[in-house]
């Protein structure tokens, strides 16, 4: 594996604020919004339902454009940057899991692995190593349907990380999964953004997970605050 350098910021995100709607029926879903997210780091945002979280994961993506404020992502500023460079930078530099694992239903995990390949363009991780890393390879053969929760949320992440990207969003992945199958989930997020040295932020309900987290912010109506 590569040695990444584990201080290069991954993600920093500058007075950003996102406004939905206009006139009285203006939303600030994201206000004033400051977060720096190193690369090795796994910070998890905790907080009630319409706060921002969503917001926030699409806007550090490159899916929403900001009203004011600035994104840098792994030392890019993608503010205003062209939608092409956009979607190629997305493509590239951040990996996506959201909580139903939004897999492909036709293909099997290793094929859903070996997509990205297709897609990027680029090899990639062998698709094998990286299911046996997330306790998959025994399943390598099966499709989506065929899995259960958390196997399919495994699948998931191991995708996401296929491309080796500097950042990694993940949206609440343990809504659907028992406590066990959770913090197994978790665990390996947190091995993964450790040892490959992505900046990863993990929505969250679940603050039984939080200890694998190493920091804990929380969202309240589109602020971000230090969690007590
Ligand atoms: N596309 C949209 N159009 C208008 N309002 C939106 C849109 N997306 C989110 N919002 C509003 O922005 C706020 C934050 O939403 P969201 O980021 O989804 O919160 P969370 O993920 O914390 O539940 C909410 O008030 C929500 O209704
Ligand atoms: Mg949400």
Do not use: W, Y
Not at 77 to 91: F, N
Not at 147 to 169: D, F, H, T, Y
């Amino acid at each position: 594996m590569t040695t990444v350098e584990k201080t290069t910021t991954g993600l920093t995100l500058a007075a950003v604020c996102l406004r939905f709607g206009d006139g009285d029926s203006t939303v600030l879903a994201l206000d004033d919004v400051n977060l720096d997210v190193r690369r090795g780091e796994l910070v998890a945002i905790v907080g009630p339902s319409g706060a921002g979280k969503s917001s926030l994961l699409a806007v550090a993506g490159g899916l929403a454009r900001t009203s004011s404020g600035s994104v840098v992502i792994d030392g890019a500023d993608v503010t205003a940057m062209p939608a092409r460079a956009l979607a190629e930078l997305r493509r590239d530099k951040i990996g996506f899991v959201f909580q139903s694992g939004n897999l492909i239903p036709a293909l099997t995990a290793r094929d859903q692995l070996r997509l990205v390949a297709k897609i990027t363009g680029r090899p990639g991780r062998a698709a094998d190593e990286l299911l046996d890393s997330v306790g998959m390879s025994h399943r390598a053969d099966r499709r989506p349907g065929q899995l259960s929760g958390g196997e399919r949320q495994r699948v998931g992440i191991a995708r996401a990380l296929m491309s080796n990207p500097s950042l990694l969003l993940v949206d609440e992945p343990t809504a659907a999964l028992d406590r066990k199958r959770s913090h197994e989930v978790v665990e390996l997020l947190s091995r993964e953004t450790h040892e490959a040295g992505v900046a990863t932020i993990m929505v969250t309900h679940d603050h039984d997970v939080l200890g694998h987290c190493d920091r804990i912010l929380e969202m309240v109506d589109g602020r971000l605050r230090q969690s007590e």
